[in-house]
């Protein structure tokens, strides 16, 4: 889940001043080692059910009659 967090940072403000001011940045939460191991199990499947259909076609062109 994405999150909005500030921070107070010193920035320049004209001739060699500086000034307190907010800086908002978006921060993303880090993925765990379980969502990881889950999405890699997704991809797999994704890519095992690829490779079965072009089995399918590659079976079917070479055997079929022309």
Known sequence: MEKVKGRRVRVAAGKRGTR???VHYRTDD???PRQRR???QAALAALF???CIAA???LEALVWPR
């Open 49 to 51: 059910v690829c490779a």
């Open 30 to 32: 880090s993925v765990t």
């Open 38 to 40: 889950e999405r890699a």
């Open 20 to 22: 307190t001011a907010t």
């Open 56 to 58: 399918t076609w590659l």
